[in-house]
């Protein structure tokens, strides 16, 4: 049974950026070769992209997620043995199965028989992640979690379509989480609603050793946009309410990191100035379940985000899913 005093707290963060840096130019002058046409100056202002990351064609999403893990276990002190639980939020798994989580604990070296499974949300999926990771240490089932967003999005970006191609990209981000009788995760908030599965989707599966339907991103990017913009208020509002905390307890905002307009629209909706929010969607692009993590780390490790803090993360994305949760650092 649930101890009301057992809490889960974040021990330490770590991230990942494959080497391959692509500057908008430079996928302009990529796409151009094929007679895509797009600009520096579209990209930036349509969605405050400058820069993505793009994994090696030898590096697969676990490769990514390893590299993560090891910056989060090492910031976080802990043997790597001791993790009993590890949660990895992905798209874009390496096989259809075994899941991406248990490949990264047979490269981790880690033998202690504790639970792995992938959580597939897309963009929500780091949200959701860190919700059931809560969950499953507040219930005394887990001790320690490591929790993971991987993603190679550009194996599944379609470079003809210049409507996606320039917004995504690669990369990963972990932390780690263990049971504390000190405040960690406050609450959370996760949603879903099947009926918009359509306007953001790769609708393709295995079928007779070849891909039935599409392997490659669809999206309607407008139908995207309002939504997003809609659940990311309420969301936020939702988990700061569970939490019986206000938006002024917020000392940072991570919402994933799509496009700087969401971005810029939820903090103004939830009454919080800009400089309190983290934004990396310019260097990294919208890299779907790793974008909160991933920015998580760069505030931590650039000082930013301190012992003590507020922190509120929320997601959106296919599915329609979309989720948040508050935790003190
Ligand atoms: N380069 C140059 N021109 C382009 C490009 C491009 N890469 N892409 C589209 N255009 C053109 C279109 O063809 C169109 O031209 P037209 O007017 O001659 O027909 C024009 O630009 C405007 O296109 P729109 O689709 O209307 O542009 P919009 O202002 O809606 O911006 C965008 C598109 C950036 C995708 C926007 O809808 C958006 O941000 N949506 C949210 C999607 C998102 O963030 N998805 C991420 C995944 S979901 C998630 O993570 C939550």
């Known amino acids: 049974m649930a101890q009301s005093n057992l809490y889960s707290r974040v021990l330490g963060t770590g991230s990942y950026l494959p080497a391959d840096r692509v500057t908008n130019q430079d996928l302009a002058d990529r796409l151009a070769k094929q007679g895509v046409e797009t600009s520096d100056e579209w990209i930036v202002a349509r ?19 390893l590299f993560a893990s090891n910056n989060a276990i090492e910031a976080a002190g802990v043997d790597p043995q001791s993790i009993d639980l590890i949660i990895v939020a992905t798209s874009t798994p390496d096989f259809v199965f075994p899941s991406t989580a248990c ?15 992938d959580v597939q949300a897309v963009c929500s999926g780091f949200a959701y992640a860190v919700a059931i990771a809560d969950s499953l240490i507040r219930s005394g089932a887990h001790r320690t979690a490591l929790i993971v967003g991987a993603e190679t999005f550009s194996r599944i970006l379609d470079f003809n379509d210049r409507t996606t191609c320039v917004l995504f990209g690669d990369g990963a981000g972990a932390i780690v989480m263990q049971a504390s009788d000190e405040p960690g995760v406050l609450a959370s908030a996760l949603h879903a609603d099947g ?62 990191q799509a496009n700087i307009r969401i971005m810029q629209s939820t903090c103004r909706k939830l009454r919080l100035p800009q400089e309190r929010m983290v934004v990396t969607v310019g260097e990294h692009g919208n890299t779907s379940a790793a974008s909160i993590p991933l920015a998580l780390d760069v505030a931590v490790r650039d000082g930013r985000i301190k012992r003590g803090q507020n922190v509120l993360i929320e997601g959106v994305g296919g599915g329609f899913t979309w989720g948040a949760s508050v935790f003190r650092y």
């Open 47 to 65: 969605t405050g992209i400058h820069a993505r990351h793009f994994a090696a064609a030898d590096q697969t999403t676990s490769d990514l997620a």
């Open 103 to 117: 490949l990264l604990q047979n490269k981790l070296g880690i033998k202690n028989n504790g639970a792995a499974f």
């Open 195 to 256: 009926s918009y599965s359509d306007i953001l989707c790769t609708p393709g599966n295995v079928n007779g050793g070849v891909v039935a339907g599409s392997a490659f991103l669809h999206m309607d990017g407008q139908a995207v946009f309002k939504l997003a913009v809609n659940v990311l208020e309420k969301v936020a509002v939702e988990a700061l309410e569970k939490a019986q905390l206000t938006a002024e307890d917020i000392d940072w905002l991570i919402p994933h």
